[in-house]
């Protein structure tokens, strides 16, 4: 499986990527903002996506938007920090299937990861 | 029927429990034999059948009743060997065998996933893992049913005993959010509303929580309802998590957890439990205020073991009147003295930064914050009706505390022979008693500059050719306080950063000089000089006039000839004695009141003295400070 990070920072996409304890993800794509995102996505159509809510170029809630419109099966992940209830649940309610929230550690990533790879199984 | 069986059911009763029957017959064996072990026990539901002592199946009675009720079943069926019977039953791979263990509604539910004709079946159970066993009996279906209905009646009475007992609230919704009949009792208490079934789940919630967090809520249980999102992973965005309420007219702590309901697959149902956790909340709270005076009476050890003790006393004395002070002002509402005040506290403040007293420090600086606010609602006419003194009394009662906790730890010591020295109020001051006063003060002002050279990355050393012996008791206090303000005002304004220095050929340790000369005779006999100066970038002349401007100060205007320009200068390094004047734009715990130098001629001026600043751009800033000998020296 492949799984594409998105976030503006590079220090939390390196977090992110160092993460990754499943065996299962093989290839890995990063993107720094929405739009870098959903092109990055539809050329290489990974399974699985963490993706930011803050960012330039098309927020996530736009990326997510697109995401889904291009495989309503997507398995995205947010990873952001909680700023409001809402934003979580609007991002909840356009496709993500989870949302976790930074700061992080780099045991809930991959535990969250390994929960994503089940559910884009099932 | 005996039915006694159901009186002893449970919960939990398996089907081992059930009246159950093992009456078997050979193959080989006449029908009219059948019907007569069925006659003889009406409650019998069949019979096992075997050959040769290996069990081949069931007889019903249901399906012995179907065959010999055809036409002619008798006259076919009695007197021919049961094998004939058994092969027209219709029952051949359908038994349906079950562990004696297995719980009787499992099995009911085994039972009736039959097919249509097969439903009323007797049930096969079996001791044994092998079907073949000898150990084979067989349960009568409508047994089952009636053990079933009982033991769902026994669940749901346990069921309500749960839910009127249980402290938390539990609470199912459907996908609508329509809260189902079945919750806790506690529900009822914890929202205080009664019947709640049937009302939807955000309806509730508006009551005590709100329009926003409802709302809220309600989008949350949609995100449980959605089956493309993961549990595990969406927990953390629980906005009800911790929520205030209002219930009752009273305000209260409620946690809510949520948890899906699966059946198969769909999420038919979210059950919720709410708690109120209004008393842990609160305890949270009276702990994190224990940790805090534990961690503030840590830190006063600290101060206290670290400062000299003379001043320690003196610096409580002083804390003492600014305290009361304080609480007068707050008493009578008295607006004239703000200023004065102000200037005490800032003075406070100062020696506290020299005793390194981090904690009065702290307190004294939000003192002067409500200072400056309430001096800000007078100097407006639209506000000054607003003016409320009360606004400084937590500040006050904090700094009683930390006098009263030092007083405390003081007097521990003390007894334990830690601290030798007259440390508490009321102590003999030393300057009269001992010969050669304070010693610390140069030590307190050098530990001073590196403190604050550390903290603003502004390398800098305080030096001094003189004794405290040259300066007249009388004078100490004084000195102390000025030198506070002048050390401040140095490393804040005057020392360039390092990039600075370093462009401008300086070297990068700043230097704080301090001198005292008596003047006998000279220009100034009878009084003595002290003279501070730092090597920094000087009094930024332009600055100064600026701000002087934006606050409506008088200010000489640079002058055409080059002698006017000079004296016009000098007039405005005055202006920087001016009451609340600062260049800073803001204000941090080192600067920016526009206090410290207005403190400093107040003083001086006090003591019948007075202060000239000298200063020339990117070399050095002095201060001279000229004070009449004392009359006891």
Redesign the interface.
């Known amino acids: 499986m492949k799984l594409l990070i998105v976030d503006d920072s590079l220090i939390v996409r390196n977090a992110i990527e160092r993460s990754i304890s499943q065996g299962q993800i093989t290839g890995v794509l990063r993107a720094e903002d929405g739009a870098r995102a959903v092109a990055l996505y539809r050329e290489h159509r990974p399974e699985l996506v963490t993706m930011d809510l803050t960012m330039p170029h098309l927020d996530g809630l736009g990326a997510i938007t697109a995401i889904r419109e291009i495989e309503p099966n997507a398995s995205i992940l947010v990873i952001s920090a909680l700023n409001s209830h809402a934003m979580a649940l609007e991002a909840i309610a356009r496709g993500a299937c989870g949302f976790l929230t930074k700061p992080f550690t780099e045991r809930e990533v991959a535990e969250a990861l390994d929960d994503l790879v089940e559910h884009a199984h099932g | 029927m005996d039915a006694e069986f159901l009186a002893r059911l449970h919960p939990q009763s398996t089907v081992g429990e059930l009246p159950s029957y093992a009456v078997s017959l050979d193959l080989s064996q006449k029908g009219q034999e059948l019907a007569d072990v069925l006659q003889k026990d009406p409650d019998l539901p069949g019979v096992v059948v075997t050959a040769d002592d290996v069990v081949r199946g069931v007889i019903s009675r249901g399906q012995y009743l179907r065959l010999v009720g055809r036409y002619l079943g008798l006259e076919v069926y009695h007197p021919r060997p049961i094998r004939l019977m058994f092969e027209a039953t219709e029952v051949d791979d359908d038994l349906l065998v079950v562990p004696a263990t297995t719980q009787v509604q499992a099995a009911v539910r085994s039972a009736l996933s039959r097919p249509r004709t097969l439903v009323y079946e007797p049930l096969i159970i079996s001791g044994g893992r092998r079907i073949d066993d000898a150990s084979l009996r067989l349960v009568d279906f409508q047994d089952l049913l009636m053990a079933d209905a009982r033991i769902s009646a026994l669940r749901n009475r346990q069921m309500s005993q749960i839910l009127s007992t249980v402290q938390e609230g539990f609470l199912l919704v459907d996908p609508e959010h329509v809260i189902a009949a079945e919750y806790s009792r506690s529900v009822e208490d914890i929202f205080a509303t009664p019947a709640i079934a049937g009302r939807r789940f955000e309806d509730l919630l508006r009551e005590i929580v709100g329009d926003e967090r409802a709302r809220?809520g309600g989008?949350?249980l949609?995100?449980l309802f959605?089956p493309?999102?993961?549990e595990?992973?969406?927990t953390?965005?629980n906005?009800l998590l911790r929520v205030e309420a209002t219930i009752a007219g009273t305000m209260k702590h409620l946690a809510f957890r949520f948890l899906r309901s699966l059946e198969g697959s769909s999420i038919e149902r979210v059950m919720v439990k709410v708690e109120d956790v209004t008393r842990e909340v609160e305890l949270a709270a009276e702990l994190a205020v224990q940790e805090e005076r534990t961690r503030e009476r840590v830190a006063l050890v600290f101060d206290i073991l670290r400062a000299d003790a003379g001043q320690l006393s003196t610096f409580l004395r002083d804390l003492g009147t600014v305290i009361q002070n304080g609480e007068t002002l707050v008493r009578r509402r008295e607006r004239r003295g703000l200023g004065a005040y102000f200037r005490s506290v800032h003075g406070l403040k100062g020696e506290a930064g020299l005793l390194d007293l981090d904690l009065f420090q702290g307190e004294l600086h939000a003192l002067e914050d409500r200072l400056v606010s309430l001096r800000d609602q007078l100097s407006s006419p639209a506000t000054a009706d607003l003016y409320d003194p009360t606004v400084m009394t937590p500040s006050l009662r904090h700094l009683r505390q930390l006098a009263d906790a030092t007083r405390s730890i003081i007097d521990q010591f003390r007894r334990l022979g830690h601290l030798q020295t007259q440390a508490a109020d009321g102590a003999p001051e030393r300057e009269n008693g001992a010969n050669d006063g304070d010693p610390g003060l140069f030590e307190s002002v050098e530990r001073l500059v590196a403190e604050l050279s550390e903290r603003l990355g502004k390398p800098a050393r305080f030096h001094t050719r003189s004794s405290e012996h040259d300066i007249p008791p009388p004078h100490r206090r004084l000195l102390q306080r000025i030198l506070v303000q002048l050390v401040r005002n140095s490393i804040v304004h005057g020392l360039e950063p390092l990039e600075e220095r370093q462009r401008a050929g300086k070297p990068l340790l700043g230097s704080l000089q301090f001198a005292v000369r008596s003047h006998d005779e000279g220009p100034a006999p009878g009084h003595i000089e002290y003279v501070f100066q730092d090597d920094g970038a000087g009094l930024d002349l332009e600055a100064i006039r600026r701000r002087a401007l934006e606050r409506g100060l008088t200010v000489p205007a640079p002058g055409d000839r080059e002698s006017f320009a000079a004296e016009a200068d000098d007039a405005v390094k005055m202006l920087i004695f001016a009451s609340g004047f600062s260049t800073a734009d803001e204000t941090t715990r080192d600067a920016g009141r526009g206090v410290g130098l207005d403190l400093v001629h107040a003083a001086v001026d006090e003591l019948g003295g007075y202060v000239v600043p000298h200063s020339q751009p990117g070399a050095f800033c002095a201060f001279q400070i000229i004070l009449p000998q004392p009359e006891a020296s």
């Open positions: 809220l989008g949350y949609d995100t959605n493309n999102v993961i595990k992973l969406v953390q965005i906005p």
